[in-house]
C-alpha cells in the first residue's frame, strides 16, 4: 500500500503511515446522517446536505426536487422563512425518510460483513449482469 501511494501529493504519506501503524483499521463503508433539522435560522440545506441517500442513484433527482418544494414553500410563505423551512422540511421527510431506511438493506447487502456474504453477493451480482445482457440482446434483436 505505501508503494502504491509512495508518489501522491498532499497527505497521502501521513495517512498511509497512520493507516498502517493502526493495529485494526475500520472502515464504515457506507453511513448515512440523519439530522433532527434541516434549517437554522435563515440558512436551509437542500439535497445530499440534508438528506443522503447513497446507493440509490437518486441523489441529483432528489436535490432538484428539494430545491422546487423549498421555492414553492417560500412562495406560499411570503416573508416567513421558519414555516416555509419547516413546511418544505416536513414535504422532503416524507420522500427522504423511506429512502434513508432503504440505504441500511441495500448496504447490508452491497458491503457484506462475512465471507458468505461476500460470496452470495458476487453471485447475485453475476446472475443480474447475464440477465441484463441476455435482455439487451433481446432489446436489440427485435
Keep these: 500500500m505505501a508503494d502504491a501511494y509512495a508518489d501522491v501529493r498532499w497527505r497521502a504519506p501521513e495517512l498511509v503511515a497512520a493507516f498502517l501503524d493502526h493495529p485494526a483499521p475500520f472502515f464504515d463503508p457506507l453511513t448515512t446522517v440523519r439530522m433532527p433539522s434541516w434549517s437554522r435560522g435563515r440558512v436551509v440545506l437542500l439535497g ?73 453477493r458476487n453471485a447475485v451480482g453475476r446472475a443480474v449482469g447475464r440477465t441484463n445482457r441476455i435482455a439487451s440482446r433481446e432489446a436489440v434483436n427485435r
Design 48 to 120: 445530499d446536505a440534508a438528506a443522503a441517500t447513497a446507493l440509490l442513484g437518486d441523489g441529483s433527482s432528489m436535490a432538484m426536487a428539494g430545491a422546487y418544494a423549498l421555492a414553492e414553500e417560500l412562495a406560499a410563505h411570503p416573508g416567513d422563512h421558519a414555516r416555509a423551512f419547516a413546511a418544505y422540511e416536513s414535504r422532503l421527510r416524507r420522500e427522504v425518510g423511506p429512502r434513508q431506511r432503504r440505504v441500511g438493506l441495500l448496504s447490508r447487502l452491497m458491503v457484506p460483513r462475512t465471507r458468505p456474504g461476500l460470496a452470495v
